[in-house]
């Protein structure tokens, strides 16, 4: 009776499990980039960071705080009471810096154009860290597709193994063309082991950026490569206005208008005290208005240097700026060229390579069936066909993923993701 129960429980447990994994979501493309969007810390820190960015220039635009103040002061002992003499009084004040005019204004513009500049961070993050989503999609197709073809083949080459042990049984063959073929499909099983495990890495570094534990992707019915219309000054010009460009432009803008407040701090600020007086009912009050002006009589030590940092900021903003410019200029160059060239060899397997290989290995097992070709030529020409239909995904592969990578870039979507999947 223990037994059964223990049994029944299995049971349970196993059913619990199946239906566990039966409902776990398995996502595509679309459903990535949602839960990249939601989930993605890298992009909710830059968010974060640019809301941050935008409540400085209120901040710093704003008047010091106000200062309110009370004195006593007392004839003949601390704290004399009312009308003890003209002189005793208690009294309550205000104070008020103004900082000249113009400085907060420049404070305030300062900001703002940092805020821009870290608004076009935070729109050139959400587009780098979804090309990489693309880019490890796209590798972890590779592998799935390769591992398609890889069993596939391995059921043709168990098949060939078949019919060269059938040959050998009846005297037509020979036992080393069965052990080739055990051989061989052992080799695709090894194959199978190894890039299961880069399918795996692909897979944790997606649900690494979707910040997930673990994730399920359902693999699409085929794949097919993606067409960019745009031509390489189309891809200039965007990328001349992308969030990567525009971020250090607005940068420069900020420092420029820092150089602006540095020369303000030359100029002197202002404090208003006004004060009224309390002294009894036997004699007036007394109302006091002050005026005073903070000198900067060490600008010698401070202001100069500090004029002569944002000069510094400055140029090396400027420098910062033409880095981009220059950078995003190779970059569209070469990932254009890559995207080039994948799509002339991608042509050349379809149009010639593919089809002279499955030729070959058809004529090939025609020719060793009927025993007019040796079985070495056919697994030579299998292994063939093997090689040139992962090369063309790969190939295929480094096609999406240089689209995906030139998108950062430019700063826009260039191909919507899973539009060339099925």
Known sequence: ???????????????????????????????????????????????????????????????????????????????????????????????????????????????????????????????????????????????????????????????????????????????????????????????????????????????????????????????????????????????????????EQKMVDARAVGINRSLKDFRPDFRVNLQWQRTGTNFPDYYMAMVEVKIPIYYARKQRYALEESHSRLREAEQNYRTAQQQAIYQVKDQYLSIQSSERIMKLYKSTLLPQAQLTVDSSSSAYEVGNSDFLTLITNLTNLIGLERQYYDELARHEEAIARLEPIVGRELIPFGENTQ
Request: aromatic share 8%.
């Open 1 to 247: 009776m223990p037994a059964n129960a223990r049994g029944i429980r299995f049971c349970m447990l196993a059913v619990a499990i199946v239906t566990l994994h039966a409902e776990e979501k398995s996502f595509g493309p679309h459903d990535l980039l949602s839960g990249l969007f939601q989930n993605n810390p890298e992009i909710q820190a830059a968010r974060s960071r640019f809301e941050s960015a935008t409540k400085r220039p209120s901040q710093l635009g704003a008047l010091p705080e106000p200062m309110a103040s009370y004195t006593n002061f007392g004839v003949g002992r601390p704290f004399s009471s009312f009308n003890r003499s003209e002189f005793a009084y208690q009294g309550f004040g205000v104070s008020q810096e103004f900082p000249f005019p113009g400085k907060l204004a420049l404070a305030s513009e300062e900001a703002k154009r940092e805020a821009e500049s870290i608004q076009q961070n935070y729109l050139s993050v959400v587009v780098d860290v979804t090309a990489r989503l693309k880019v490890a999609y796209y590798e972890w197709l590779t592998v799935q597709k390769a591992i398609e073809l890889t069993r596939s083949h391995s059921d043709l080459l168990s098949r060939f193994e078949e019919i060269a042990r059938n040959r050998y049984t009846v005297g037509k063959g020979l036992q080393q063309d069965v052990l080739k073929a055990q051989l061989e499909v052992s080799t695709l099983e090894q194959q199978i082991a190894m890039l299961d495990e880069k399918r795996q890495r692909a897979e944790a570094e997606i649900a690494s950026l979707l910040a997930a534990p673990s994730i399920a992707i359902r693999p699409p019915r085929g794949i097919e490569p993606s067409s960019l219309s745009l031509s390489l000054d189309d891809l200039l010009k965007l990328a001349a206005d992308s969030p990567r460009v525009r971020a």
